[in-house]
């Protein structure tokens, strides 16, 4: 699992080794590990002359520290400072500078710009954890001033953008690659700004946080633990049974995609409810559902669902789908299934939108106007508000889910290829989810878990191509055989 610390939370750390805070060993380590990387990159690209940009501030330090070392190995260095005068770490940083042979510049001399231009390789210091969003006026032409071509590493975060993540700035930083020292911070973990946070480098300098993370992410390392594997005493009911509630007579692939996942997810029993056309699908491609209400420890409701269909069923499947949100069982609400919800529920709930639908609820619910766009600028802001809303867990669709609860840890899973953005993978998505909540997992471990899990299946699905919804849900098994395989258990 990675886990992700707040700012105060990071200081906190620094702070409970006041001896190596005070002495700057900590910095020293800091710098050591961003020369490293730096290093690399040139190496890598062949090139040979790098730039720090250095605000006030000790990332600047850290950034100032890390050109010294670079001097000392040969590499044309150089830094431009915007007063290092108040900075004790800076004073003895920019003396080392200059005894090793780099460059030192006033930010606002003319050879300052000449000098970020020229450079091959860029250290962002300009601000650090303290830092507010955007950038700060005596640094804005400095990366106006950057190489289009240039390899720009940001020490520990990447200046100008939300430190605690949200919506992502124009007027900041977009670092090719971030190096980050303790543990990652919301900004490198959450969209959008991880993007803009680039390749991630965590350096361990020796001290490490406590208390609860305010987020994480799962890896596929953590699968093993996870993921409920049956006992040789287990019979189908004690593995979960899942009720489906999906498709219609538009949507009728819906139906097959989410009980195709749940089968192959390994649910102990799979109960349908549907109308005439996609029963027959699922009756003649999934034999193993059932058909009809019944016991079942979770739903899922809502995957190709039209709750204004007046088709033949329709009433009926409409009926046992708000049984089911009336009851106190687990419900997983996708697509058609989020317009049933009205009032909070006592039982655990968890939403699986995408921006569009997210959007849309939260207009619904507010009775404000929310258009996608918002939702797209800071997804893990609109998770946390339709969360409060509903009092239910809530599992953001895109190119990085964001599961929020309405009280807790945030989860964020990456890893899923962008094949995947294809229609109906959702739906296969909602079958993987449901029958980890029917297994009697909480729903933000059941999303990330099973978001995690769907990311793999469509990746071995067609390795580096596009993917079909179908060929996603049929690799599920396989994918979480291989990853328990994994395990040294």
């Known amino acids: ?203 361990d300098i020796g001290v490490a946080p406590t208390g609860t993370p305010d987020l994480a992410s799962l890896t596929p390392d953590d699968v093993p633990d996870l993921w409920p594997v049956p006992g040789p005493g287990d019979d189908k009911y004690r593995r979960g049974v899942l009720g489906v509630v999906a498709g219609g007579e538009q949507y009728t692939g819906a139906a097959l995609l989410s009980t195709t996942a749940a089968v192959s997810a390994g649910a102990g029993m799979v109960r349908y409810v549907g109308t005439p ?77 995408h921006a569009g639908e997210a959007a849309r609820m939260l207009g619904r619910l507010t009775g404000r106007e929310v258009p996608r766009e918002e939702v797209e600028r800071d997804p893990a802001g609109a998770a946390r508000e339709l969360a409060g809303e509903t009092g239910a867990t809530v599992l953001l669709k895109g190119a990085s889910t964001v599961l929020v609860p309405p009280e807790g840890q945030v989860l964020v899973q990456s890893t899923a290829p962008s094949w995947l953005a294809t229609a109906g993978t959702g739906d296969v998505l909602a079958g993987v989810v449901g029958v980890l909540l029917a297994s009697g997992l909480e729903p933000s471990l059941a999303g990330a878990l099973g978001t995690l899990v769907h990311g793999e299946a469509a990746r071995d699905a067609n390795p580096g191509g596009p993917v079909r919804a179908l060929a996603v849900a049929e690799e599920v098994g396989p994918a979480v055989a291989r990853l328990l395989a994994a395990s040294p258990r």
């Open 1 to 203: 699992m990675i886990a992700g610390y707040s700012a105060d939370q990071i200081r906190d750390a620094e702070a409970s080794e006041p001896d190596l805070l005070e002495s700057g060993e900590l910095m020293q380590r800091a710098a050591k590990g961003v020369a490293k990387v730096a290093r690399a990159r040139l190496w890598e690209r062949g090139a040979s002359r790098v730039v720090a940009l250095v605000g006030p501030g000790n990332n600047g330090a850290d950034a100032l520290w890390a050109i010294s070392r670079l001097a000392k190995k040969g590499f044309v260095a150089s830094a431009v400072v915007h007063d290092t005068s108040v900075n004790e770490g800076q004073r003895a940083a920019e003396a080392a500078a200059l005894a090793r042979g780099a460059r030192v510049i006033d930010g606002t001399s003319p050879d300052a710009l000449d000098a970020i231009a020229g450079a091959e390789v860029v250290l962002d210091g300009i601000t650090g954890l303290g830092g507010r969003p955007g950038l700060p006026p005596f640094a804005e032409h400095w990366v106006d001033a950057i190489y289009a071509g240039a390899y720009v590493i940001a020490v520990d975060t990447p200046s100008g953008q939300p430190v605690g993540g949200g919506e992502v700035r124009g007027d900041a930083v977009f670092a090719d690659e971030t190096v980050t020292f303790i543990a990652p911070k919301p900004v490198h973990l959450l969209p959008p700004t991880a993007a803009a946070a680039g390749l991630l480098t965590v350096v």
């Open 277 to 353: 056309t996609p029963e027959s699908l699922v009756r003649s491609s999934v034999p193993e559902v059932v058909h009809g209400p019944g016991r079942v420890q979770a739903w899922v409701i809502g995957p190709g669902l039209d709750p204004s269909s007046r088709a033949k069923g329709a009433k009926a499947q409409l009926d046992v789908a708000r049984d089911a949100l009336a009851s106190d069982l687990p419900v997983l609400l996708d697509a058609g299934g989020l317009d049933l919800l009205r009032d909070r529920r006592e039982a655990p709930t968890l939403l699986t939108p």
